[in-house]
């Protein structure tokens, strides 16, 4: 029987791992082949597959800035023989993926039912690659609504599509696995009750996964002023009650309107008194006892209120710009982390009151800090790095008035890099919100693709991706963009091109074409500027048109939903399925607005409603109803309504 002999060269969990995976694939490619996977020390000469980190094979590898957050890889495989290597554990890891994505696998979607692996003869593959990464930052933060599982298959997927962190926000994300264990939203299922034990038994649960890939673990954000007045937040604008805030605490409150109280009813969205230095000196020890109690989360997040215009008022505030003292705090921590002699990096945030640069004030210690910009709120119609027009606003505290525009907030970025020159990147919500802007896809996953491929032209190291768990519905062409842009820096047409037919190939068989053409019809009937309030509604016909493509399609798909002997295609045609009828309501929605019956519209979203929620356990991995609601509810249909 033909062999592999796969030999591990270091002791690491992730490099086991790597070469678990390696024998994992292999046999689904080619099970006629035997794989014997054992650790060993390197030996030159010797037949055989060598997978992790060894002095002897690291001088193949490009050399990288920090081995730590730098990945780069080297294979070098033939005849069942060679190396494959990496700058670090994770390197190796993404490394195994990566010789069999050249070797044909495309990863479809999260979880084993989610690969194309073909059939080929393994032993007779020939790869050879050796680079790294365009950009430092390639990560998935935890947004949506969502099961344990459902995250643990993301943090697997990650790898597989060259990533390299994932970003777990608040001290506990109950928002995140409440809004599905309770069916918010989602009248037809019962609701599960899920307790705060339970959710940080999640979390500790996948900080492992996160181990055995050796991801970068970015944590928290905001949630830092909550715990000093002894509230642990787990949702955005819970609310709360001043009276669960520490009595001795209540006066580190900012000062507005003359009373020191939670903003609106939220400690996550209230600001301290930032000029108090015992408010400084707390939050810096706050961040030193969570760095030394997790020395795992090297990348720790320190953000203030996730509100706009509730800046302190005082008379030691009111004169200050909140980000001259947001850096004195970040130079406090810094200083406490020194004496420490902690490593880990502390992100700051440049978003909303704070997109102002500080007058005065530097951060004195660079290498400690990474700037994150958020251009939340902005606009998908165009890449945002083309929108570049823009002027900054004049300071104004508690002033803020939030910009639509792609790039209105790009004046405010260049401002801050010429006082901070370190390490950056962006924190973008693409696949939170706005992809349901886009029922085709196909134009929300090309702007996903070229606002990566833009971030070097402003100056930032990569992205971290803000969004959703569940976004396979209907394909996860998107994510698969993300990676081989994070990863490539550029992708010219033809290259792009060829991502996308293998993907659809991969995904749905030899029709995979005809699905990319229907859902780029989709994309363009729909039309993404309209559902954001940008353009007026379409001529009724327009709508029309767009039922009479699903009918013509509908036949396509229920033949290969009967005929595809792959279980991976068969249920991507499934989900397409489900898809057409979803996007046949949502036609007659927008044509009921269109035409100004608002009756007919309220009667079909009903209908939506109904059809979303009741079919949600069955495509529960692909498409999270929660969010669907939430945003067409509270963002797409009030637009319309007005519009018409």
Known sequence: MKKWEVFILDSSVTS????????????????????????????????????????????????????????????????????????????????????????????????????????????????????????????????????YENVVEMIDFAPKLGLNAYFTQLFRPGFAFRRWYEHQNNPEMLPTPVS???????????????????????????????????????????????????????????????????????????????????????????????????????????????????????????????????????????????????????????????????????????????LMYAPIRRSYSVPIASDNKHKAAPFVRNGFKLTSSAGGTLPYLKAWQKVFKGDSFVFDYHYMWDYLNDPGSVKASNMLAQDAMDLKELGLNGIMSCQNQRVFMPTGLAMNLLGETLWSGELDFESMRIINRDYFQAAFGDAGILCMVYLTILSEGFDPMVLRGEKPLAPAKTYAAIRRNITKFVPVIQKHIEEEEWALQSRSWEILNFHAALCKLLSYVLEAYSKGNRKKADSTWKDVRYLVCSNELRFQKEFDVFEFLNVWESKILPKLAISN
């Open 16 to 147: 086991e791992f790597a070469a678990q995976e390696f024998a994992r694939l292999v046999a689904c490619m080619d099970p006629q082949v035997e794989t014997q996977v054992v650790k060993r020390e390197y030996e030159a000469g010797r037949k055989g597959l060598w997978i992790g980190l060894s002095e002897a094979v690291q001088g193949l590898v490009p050399q990288v800035p920090d081995p730590y957050v730098d990945d780069a890889i080297h294979i070098d495989v033939q005849n069942g023989s060679g190396v494959i290597t990496g700058a670090n554990e994770r390197s190796v890891l993404i490394a195994v993926y990566r010789f069999f994505r050249e070797a044909g696998c495309v990863f479809v979607r999260p979880g084993r039912d989610g690969e194309y692996i073909p059939l080929e003869e393994s032993l007779d593959l020939c790869v050879k690659v050796s680079e790294r990464p365009a950009y430092r930052h390639r990560g998935i933060c935890l947004e949506g609504s969502n099961s």
């Open 196 to 370: 705060d034990a339970t959710i940080d038994s999640f979390v500790a649960s996948y900080e492992v996964e996160l181990r055995r890939r050796s991801l970068i673990h970015h944590r928290i954000g905001h949630g830092w002023a909550p715990k000093l007045l002894g509230i642990t937040s787990s949702a955005w604008h819970e609310a709360n009650s001043d009276d669960e805030v520490l009595p001795e605490r209540k006066k580190l409150i900012a000062l507005i309107d003359g009373k020191r109280e939670l903003f609106h009813g939220s400690a996550i969205d209230t600001n301290l008194c930032y000029s108090e230095p015992l408010v400084k000196e707390l939050l810096a020890d706050a961040v030193v006892a969570y760095a030394r109690e997790n020395p795992e989360v090297r990348y720790l997040h320190f953000w203030l209120a996730d509100q706009a215009n509730n800046q302190c008022m005082c008379d030691q505030c009111k004169d200050k710009r909140p980000s001259d003292q947001y850096v004195e705090i970040l130079n406090r921590i810094d200083e406490k982390l020194t004496e420490a002699g902690l490593p880990t990096k502390i992100v700051f945030l440049i978003y909303l009151d704070l997109l102002w640069a500080p007058l005065n004030s530097r951060l004195r210690n660079p290498d400690r800090f990474v």
